[in-house]
């Protein structure tokens, strides 16, 4: 699975995802990537999120709209670990990238791996596969 | 000011495969990162990014897809509009190059998701990419994919 979040120079905040599903699932099966709310959620006046992981978890925690209702009250880092601390209740793996409506970018994962790249206007790109890798302080 | 992330999917990614992964995700960023330098918007942004994604057959979306227990392939996309709220999805869809385009041509047109042979419809009646289902196979054994 793959997704995208930006935030363009006018504030519209996009997001997106595509799969190309699991290995020996049942035929008509559809997981969490192309359910607003559980894949990926974008409102300009939040934030846009994309996720990845075990879309049947995905689905039941709604984990997207869970992550924008947290981002209304908290910057994206402390968000994203109150939707993996969430998704605990089902379990799962997850990964979820943010930016917020101020420009904050930031992702977490409780995967083995995550391959991510970001950027900012006048911060070159960088690419990690473990949020460990990317350093916080470099994070607004 | 612009911001852009794009993701590769959250799994075990095998030895030896990191960098593919890291580079794969930098040139979807490349191609996202263009048009919001341009002043485009964040939509087109996502729109090529993903593309980008599909296309690398590192990754498990358009050419990369896995098969099901039925040996097929079926994608799922979706893209949102933050601006509007408007969201455009497909989902079990076997013969789609690019998935994200057809649910982006959705996103003016009303319908919020459509599956199978009706969204395959729908993208050949608004310019969407048919390919044969064969040609989103790539041979990455042992490869679960993930959603």
Redesign the interface.
């Known amino acids: 699975?793959?997704?995208?979040?930006?935030?363009?120079?006018?504030g519209?905040?996009?997001?997106?995802?595509?799969?190309?599903?699991?290995?020996?699932?049942?035929?008509?099966?559809?997981?969490?990537?192309?359910?607003?709310g559980c894949?990926?959620?974008?409102?300009?006046v939040v934030?846009?999120v994309?996720l990845?992981?075990?879309?049947e978890s995905?689905i039941r925690t709604t984990l997207a709209a869970r992550l924008m209702h947290s981002l209304e009250a908290m910057p994206p880092g402390a968000a994203i670990q109150a939707a993996l601390t969430y998704l605990a209740r089902v379990g799962g793996?997850?990964?979820l990238?943010?930016?917020d409506t101020e420009?904050r970018?930031d992702?977490g994962?409780n995967?083995?791996?995550?391959?991510?790249?970001?950027?900012?206007?006048?911060q070159p790109?960088r690419?990690?596969?473990n949020r460990a890798q990317d350093a916080q302080e470099d994070y607004p | 000011?612009?911001?852009?992330?794009?993701?590769?999917?959250?799994?075990?990614?095998p030895p030896g495969l990191?960098d593919a992964?890291?580079?794969?995700?930098?040139l979807?960023?490349?191609a996202?990162?263009a048009i919001?330098?341009a002043?485009?918007?964040?939509?087109a942004?996502?729109?090529m990014?993903?593309r980008a994604?599909?296309e690398d057959p590192t990754?498990?979306?358009?050419h990369?897809?896995?098969?099901?227990?039925?040996g097929?392939?079926?994608?799922?996309?979706?893209?949102?509009?933050?601006?509007t709220?408007a969201?455009g999805?497909?989902?079990?869809v076997k013969t789609l190059r690019h998935?994200?385009s057809v649910?982006a041509a959705l996103l003016s047109r009303t319908p919020?998701?459509l599956?199978?042979a009706g969204a395959e419809a729908f993208a050949g009646a608004h310019g969407g990419e048919l390919c044969d289902p064969a040609d989103?196979i790539v041979a990455r054994p042992g490869?679960?994919?993930?959603?």
């Not at chain 1, 905040?13 to 599903?21: L, M, N």
């Not at chain 1, 894949?39 to 300009?44: C, E, M, P, S, V």
């Not at chain 2, 490869?143 to 959603?147: A, I």
């Open positions: 699975t793959v997704g995208c979040v930006a935030l363009d120079r006018h519209n905040i996009a997001a997106g995802t595509s799969t190309g599903g699991l290995t020996g699932c049942h035929s008509g099966r559809v997981g969490d990537s192309p359910l607003p894949g990926l959620y974008a409102d300009n934030g846009g994309s990845s992981g075990d879309g995905l793996e997850a990964g990238i943010v930016i420009g970018v992702w994962h995967s083995a791996q995550f391959a991510v790249a970001h950027a900012r206007a006048g790109a690419a990690f596969v | 000011g612009w911001a852009i992330i794009v993701h590769g999917g959250a799994k075990d990614i990191e992964h890291r580079r794969g995700c930098l979807a960023l490349a996202g990162q919001l330098e002043g485009g918007a964040a939509i942004a996502v729109e990014a993903v994604l599909e990754f498990n979306a358009g990369g897809a896995v098969l099901n227990a039925a097929e392939v079926e994608c799922d996309a979706a893209i949102m509009d933050g601006a709220l969201v999805g497909v989902a079990a998935p994200i649910a919020v998701l599956v199978g989103l490869d679960p994919g993930c959603d």
